[in-house]
């Protein structure tokens, strides 16, 4: 398994990790609901930038973060102290998970494009699952970017950070997939939906902020996609020259399409 990962773990994407987190939670949240759930398992909590949501939102329950990375842990520890015994936190694959109890809610976002083989972190869920158990999951589908004016740069290193994705064990568009994925490893009540954005002229201020979201987003697989020759440093300065291009056209066109799925057991 490459244990590369897209967006790596240097302060300043812990940071993007948590302004994300707040950016987009009025497109994520509407939908997700733990009402009645006690005990909450996250899959790749990682700062603990969701984590602090789910806890604003659903006061009663009590928040299980797991992660592989013991330096995302560190730092969703320091970001969570002010949730005191409502979480706790596991370092362990979540393809092989040996939990301490069982949960009655799971909550999974922007985690299984990261992981070869997610169905693998389905199957492993199961066992510690309450009967009818809420899942929970937020989703890439990188594919369904679509901007106007076309830049070739941006096209260039869009196409290069998804091939970095994919050869880092990953996957781009599993938000696509995610109905396939629960209905294979027998979940139940399974149900997807589109969320996302679709910007232009009309949402002048919304596209600047978004266009800005975007190139902090593209950043974060520069360190990685530079180290492994997958682009150049003018690869990094053209992008974000077509996204400003984006802003200064007469008929800016912003779209991109993430998927959520629920589920019980």
Known sequence: MDKRYLHGFIPEEQQRLINQAGFLTPLIYPKIDFSGCKRILEIGCGVGAQTAKLLELFPETHITCVDHSEIQLDKARENLKFAGNRVDFLLQDATELKLPESYDGVYICWVLEHIPNPEKVLRSLKPFLDKEAKIWITEV??????????????????????????????????????????FREGY??????????????????????????????????????????????????????????????????????????????
């Open 141 to 182: 589908f990188n594919s369904s970017f679509y901007y106007q004016p076309h830049g070739e740069r941006l096209e260039y290193y869009y196409s290069q950070y998804n091939t970095y994705q994919r050869d880092c064990g990953g996957d781009p568009d599993v938000g696509a997939n995610l109905g396939n994925l629960l």
């Open 188 to 265: 139940n009540e399974i149900k997807t939906f589109p969320g996302g954005f679709h910007l232009d002229k009309k949402d002048e201020g919304l596209l600047l902020e978004f266009l800005e979201f975007w190139k902090k987003l593209m950043r974060s697989g520069s360190e990685g996609m530079l180290r492994d020759g997958y682009i150049i440093l003018d690869d990094i300065s053209g992008m974000e020259e077509d996204l400003d291009a984006i802003a200064k056209n007469e008929n800016p066109i912003f779209f991109y399409r993430f998927i959520q799925a629920f589920a019980t057991i």
